[in-house]
Nanobody, 126 residues
Framework: QVQLVESGGGLVQTGDSLRLSCVVSGLTFSSYTMGWFRQAPGKEREFVGA????????YYSDSVKGRFTISRDNAKNTVYLQMNSLKPEDTAAYYC???????????????????WGQGTQVSVSS
């Protein structure tokens, strides 16, 4: 059974930092590109970024580029999302997801992802 379990969310203030973790089990983690998405109430799920299976390439949406960093530890089956300089507009439920796709043009598309976590809430107060 494949499981993706996010943790690390919480309530913070503008300018603060948070690190989200996503622990994966039930699949060959090092074979998957891992993505992070977020969804605010009443909005569609939005691509945040992704990291290739080796960790050698990362991709970010323009809204988080320069503030968020994705990394992974294949020995721990874990992917991380370091979020700095948080803004109220970053408030959302954050989800990790796994895909066998690797071409950048596919990564923002939720339908390309085979497995999803349950999400962790991040709330940023002004």
């Amino acid at each position: 059974q494949v499981q993706l379990v996010e943790s690390g969310g919480g309530l913070v203030q503008t300018g603060d930092s948070l690190r989200l973790s996503c622990v994966v089990s039930g699949l060959t983690f090092s074979s998957y590109t891992m993505g992070w998405f977020r969804q605010a109430p009443g909005k569609e799920r939005e691509f945040v970024g992704a990291i290739a299976w080796s960790g050698g390439r990362t991709y970010y949406s323009d809204s988080v580029k320069g503030r968020f960093t994705i990394s992974r530890d294949n020995a721990k089956n874990t992917v991380y999302l370091q979020m700095n300089s948080l803004k109220p507009e970053d408030t959302a439920a954050y989800y990790c997801a796994a895909t066998t796709a690797f071409a950048m043009r596919y990564l923002p598309n939720t339908s390309r992802y085979d497995h999803w976590g349950q999400g962790t809430q991040v709330s940023v107060s002004s």
